[in-house]
Structure formats: C-alpha cells, structure tokens
C-alpha cells in the first residue's frame, strides 16, 4: 500500500486545516488508518485512528478540536483540524494497518506533510 499526504501548511493560532491521505488500495481493504504527528526533538505520537469496524480514537490532546475520517470512494483518510495550537506543530504522518487473515500485521507509512501553527 502506497500513501500520498497533503494538506498541511502555515496557519495562525485557532484556524483550521484539512489533511488528507490517499492510499493505493481500496481504503476498505485497509484494517486501521492512522495520523500520527512528530514535532521536532520529541517522539512520534498517534492523532488519531479509525478502525474498519467503525470505531474512532483520538489522542487526548486533539480530541474534540480534530475529526477523522475515511472516504472510501475517494481511497482517502481525511483530518479535520480546526482550533490549532502551537502545540500542534509537527510533521504528520498517515499510516495503514493491513491484517491479512492468518498473518501478521502489515504496516505502510506514508511521506509526511508540514502543519505549522503560528502564535
């Protein structure tokens, strides 16, 4: 599975920015999709998650200022992200989870897109 980011860029304190992540395979196929941000000198964490099932985690720190979601007709995984803070400067990432049955776990990383927020 390849995965193409965009969206990201330069915003002020309290806009808003949509990314989204296309993948090479139909989104259906894809069992967990994942954005996950890495500011500079600090870990990768998790953003958000949507399971195939229907269900939707988000990081403490985003939720209820971010949504996620897919499109399956577009291949796509969206992050609405609206209320932004310095805090939410980072690189993010979107990643894909692929459980064929009987095996282990697949993982797909795609390139990265820049959100800097400006105080």
């Known amino acids: 599975v390849q995965l193409q980011a965009s969206g990201g860029g330069l915003v002020q304190t309290g806009g808003s920015l949509r990314l989204s992540c296309v993948a090479s395979e139909p989104i259906s196929r894809i069992n967990i999709l994942t954005w996950y941000r890495q500011a500079p000198g600090k870990q990768r964490e998790l953003v958000a998650s949507t399971y195939n099932g229907g269900t939707i985690r988000y990081s403490d720190s985003v939720r209820g200022r971010f949504v996620i979601s897919r499109d399956n007709s577009e291949n796509t995984v969206n992050l609405q992200m609206t209320g932004l803070k310095p805090q939410d400067t980072a690189v993010y990432f979107c990643?894909?989870?692929?459980?064929?049955?009987?095996?282990?776990?697949?993982?797909?990383w795609g390139q990265g897109t820049q959100v800097t927020v400006s105080s």
């Open positions: 990643n894909a989870v692929v459980i064929p049955p009987g095996s282990l776990p697949q993982d797909y």
